[in-house]
């Protein structure tokens, strides 16, 4: 079993970054797919990033060139770092995590594995 716990959330300026860290413990994640979500007061969990065993990164529409996931499998921790942040990312911030991308990516209420979730707000 794996489990994840979030972490780096916080309150920032509009363009402003934050580096959020999803650390893993339990069984060997190395080959697991990796991703994060957000889910903004009032709306639905909506994918944000994910990345694969083999590195292989998916974004969302809404974050590609801003957002970037990285994993250190030495560290058992996934990072997602957020630049030029806009009050339209302000959410509870919540890392996923599954021994296939497609469940991360496609079916995520099939992960193994979800954090408690930490709070970006970015203010306008």
């Known amino acids: 079993q794996v489990r994840v716990v979030e972490s780096g959330g916080g309150l920032v300026p509009t363009g402003g970054s934050l580096r959020l860290s999803c650390a893993a413990s339990?069984?060997?994640?190395?080959?697991?797919?990796m991703g994060w979500y957000r889910q903004a007061p009032g709306k639905e969990r909506e994918f944000v990033a994910a990345i694969s065993w083999t590195d292989s990164t998916y974004y969302a529409d809404s974050v590609k060139g801003r957002f970037t996931i990285s994993r250190d499998n030495n560290e058992d921790t996934v990072y997602l770092q957020m630049n030029t942040l806009k009050p339209e990312d302000t959410a509870i911030y919540y890392c996923?995590?599954?021994?296939?991308?497609?469940?991360?990516?496609?079916?995520?209420?099939?992960?193994?594995?979800w954090g408690q979730g930490t709070q970006v707000t970015v203010s306008s």
């Open positions: 339990g069984r060997t994640y190395t080959s697991w797919g």
């Open positions: 996923t995590a599954d021994r296939d991308i497609v469940v991360v990516v496609n079916t995520p209420t099939r992960s193994a594995a």
